[in-house]
């Protein structure tokens, strides 16, 4: 892609997502088949990482430290979930949440918090975080498989299971 016009993130019908790396600044969701129906203004910096669940898309917003919720129907951006604590708004220093996955009756996130990191589980019903599990070591990618969260270490290379129910990280 050449120029430097932000590209803001896409959809297709069938909601199959990729990322076009090649665009400039933030890497923009971008539909991998069939023609753009609609394009969707999310949050600053979608990250590389969203997933479909509940009807809806996750969008990870690296640089504001959101996941924007798009219907799947409607193509609307529904909620905006906020990952920090109630007590720092999130800023471009102190929250990225650069994956999310589901699973669990659950979404989940990836969340850096000034260097504390955590997988924190978002209920679907109300977009709202309602747990945070503090990890070590810094998560990258999320995915969820055989009743756990699953992640990726972009400091050591590791995957490593997260029991949902208590946070516990093996």
Known sequence: ST???????????????SLDASAPGSPPVTTV???????????????????VAFGSLWVPNIADGTISRIDLQTGQVVSTVHIGRSDEPPDRSNVSPFSVAAGGG???ATRDLNDRYAVVRVDPRTSRVVESFRV???PYALAWGAGAVWMTSRDDGAVVRVDPSTGEAH
Request: charged letters at 20%; aromatic letters at 4%.
């Open 136 to 138: 070590d070591p810094a």
């Open 3 to 17: 120029g430097s016009a932000r590209r803001e993130p896409t959809i297709d019908a069938t909601a199959t997502v």
């Open 33 to 51: 088949a069939g023609a753009v129906a609609q394009e969707i203004a999310v949050g600053d910096g979608p990250g590389d990482f969203p997933t």
């Open 106 to 108: 659950s979404v989940w």
